[in-house]
Nanobody, 125 residues
């Protein structure tokens, strides 16, 4: 069983930056594909970014492409989401997720079987 713990959220002004971290514990030897999702009030959880086991491939939603960067340090069992040029519409609870599925990056929440508790990101205008 994989346990995920996010950190790094907070309040930032539009145009600012934040870096989220996701500490992975438990069955980490498998180095699962990892993803970040977010959920704003009254909206469904949406895909943000994902990364393969060794970090060779990444994928982003159109809304964050060019502004956010996902990375991982398997030696530290940590996944990161660097968020630049933040906008008020990026305000949401951000969740880290892991999937046992390999082969190609999944973008649906149903494909991920382990989730963190979430960290709040608020971007003021």
């Amino acid at each position: 069983q994989v346990q995920l713990t996010e950190s790094g959220g907070g309040l930032v002004q539009a145009g600012g930056s934040l870096r989220l971290s996701c500490a992975v514990s438990g069955r980490t030897l498998s180095s699962p594909f990892m993803g970040w999702f977010r959920q704003a009030p009254g909206k469904e959880r949406e895909f943000v970014a994902a990364i393969t086991s060794r970090g060779i491939s990444t994928h982003y939603s159109d809304s964050v492409k060019g502004r956010f960067t996902i990375s991982r340090d398997n030696a530290k069992n940590t996944v990161y989401l660097q968020m630049n040029s933040l906008r008020p519409e990026d305000t949401a609870v951000y969740y880290c997720a892991a999937t046992k599925l390999a082969g190609y990056i999944r973008v649906t929440a149903a494909s991920y079987d382990a989730w963190g508790q979430g960290t709040q990101v608020t971007v003021s205008s």
